[in-house]
């Protein structure tokens, strides 16, 4: 157990809808990080969290966003899903930019 | 964007037999690490390795980063079957966002 929790671990939708995804970090972590695992893409870093602040972002498409609240959880939103976002979705903290990241057991979205 | 390239990205062996996984770039490293992912659970850290040349062991698991920083190596002795699983290198980004890019991965299986 990483100490990093995500809800929900399942979640089927239809396209076209909208979805959440949340991440508690490990107790103490100040920095969330989101990343998206599919078969053909592997694990994609999608963006960063620092305190609250956009510290980093990567393939992230402009359908999705993130943020992290005062009390360092951290939401993904997912907005008018296609198909091709079926993916496992990956939470990780760390004390701060860190080497050390320690991942969540991730949520597994499908988009039918 | 640098592109890390594993290799092999499949490998089945019988428990016992030794192998290595190759995690390769054509750019400089700032510091790589490898990762273990089961089915339906996170990536868990196995090692980061910083300096080129250095050597990390882990019980079983031998870890060695490239003189030139651009290569890394994980050779596992008499693996067992509790081994299997998805193995990826990652390489961290320099400056204060601690994004990771992850390799292609390899799928290790072991059987008795």
């Known amino acids: 157990d990483s100490g990093v929790t995500q809800t929900p671990k399942h979640l089927i939708t239809a396209t076209g809808q909208r979805v959440t995804l949340r991440c508690s970090p490990r107790?103490?972590?100040?920095?969330v990080y989101w990343y998206q695992q599919s078969l053909d893409q592997g694990l994609q870093f999608l963006i960063q969290?620092?305190?609250?602040?956009?510290?980093a972002k990567g393939n992230i498409l402009e359908r999705f966003s993130a943020q992290q609240f005062p009390d360092l959880h951290s939401e993904l939103n997912l907005s008018s899903l296609e198909l091709g976002d079926s993916a496992l979705y990956f939470c990780?903290?760390?004390?701060?930019?860190?080497?050390?990241?320690?991942f969540g057991p991730g949520t597994r979205l499908t988009v039918l | 964007t640098q592109l890390l390239e594993q290799s092999p990205q499949f490998l089945s062996i019988q428990e016992g037999e030794n192998l290595t996984v190759y995690c390769n770039s054509s750019?400089?490293?700032?510091?790589l690490q490898w990762y273990r992912q089961e089915p339906g659970e996170g990536p868990v850290l196995l090692v980061t390795?910083?300096?080129?040349?250095e050597v990390k062991k882990l019980k079983r698991l031998t870890f060695q980063f490239g003189d030139a920083r651009k290569d890394s190596s994980l050779h596992i002795t008499a693996a067992q079957t509790g081994d299997t699983g998805l193995y990826l290198c990652?390489?961290?980004?320099?400056?204060?966002?601690?994004?990771?890019?992850f390799g292609t991965g390899t799928r290790l299986q072991v059987t008795l």
């Open positions: 107790s103490g972590d100040l920095s």
């Open positions: 990652a390489a961290l980004g320099t400056g204060t966002a601690s994004k990771l890019t």
């Open positions: 390795v910083v300096t080129g040349g």
């Open positions: 750019s400089v490293f700032s510091s």
């Open positions: 969290y620092y305190n609250g602040e956009e510290r």
């Open positions: 990780a903290s760390s004390v701060g930019g860190g080497y050390e990241q320690f």
